[in-house]
């Protein structure tokens, strides 16, 4: 499979057929591309400064402990300094 050339819906689809229980992503933007009422598995927002690594390594405990939880299907915006939203529907732009 080329999950490369997926797009969010198609991929979040591919994903929840493969069999993942929770989706990762930096685009903050997904919380106004998708229903957040009809979510078909949890997703995570990672709220960081920017994609690179020096970035987003100082997030990896704040996952963590996301995971750690049980996961309702819906969206989690992980932000910096560890505070995390869950978001049922998308938030006023």
Same mark, same amino acid.
């Given at each position: 499979?080329?999950?490369?050339? @997926?797009?969010?819906?198609? @991929?979040?689809?591919s =994903?929840?057929?493969?069999?993942?229980?929770?989706?990762v992503t930096?685009?903050?933007?997904?919380?106004?591309?998708?229903?957040?009422?009809?979510?078909?598995? &949890?997703?995570? $927002?990672?709220?960081?400064?920017?994609?690179?690594?020096?970035?987003l390594?100082p997030?990896? &405990?704040?996952? /963590?402990? $996301?995971?750690? /939880?049980?996961?309702e299907? $819906?969206?989690?915006?992980?932000?910096?300094?560890?505070n995390?939203l869950? @978001?049922? =529907? &998308?938030?006023?732009?």
């Amino acid at each position: 499979m080329k999950w490369e050339q @997926l797009r969010n819906g198609a @991929l979040i689809s591919s =994903a929840v057929e493969a069999g993942f229980e929770v989706f990762v992503t930096i685009d903050k933007q997904i919380e106004h591309q998708q229903n957040l009422a009809e979510l078909a598995l &949890p997703i995570v $927002v990672i709220d960081g400064k920017s994609n690179a690594l020096p970035f987003l390594l100082p997030f990896a &405990p704040f996952l /963590s402990n $996301v995971f750690a /939880s049980s996961l309702e299907r $819906v969206l989690y915006i992980v932000e910096e300094g560890g505070n995390v939203l869950q @978001l049922k =529907a &998308p938030r006023s732009r």
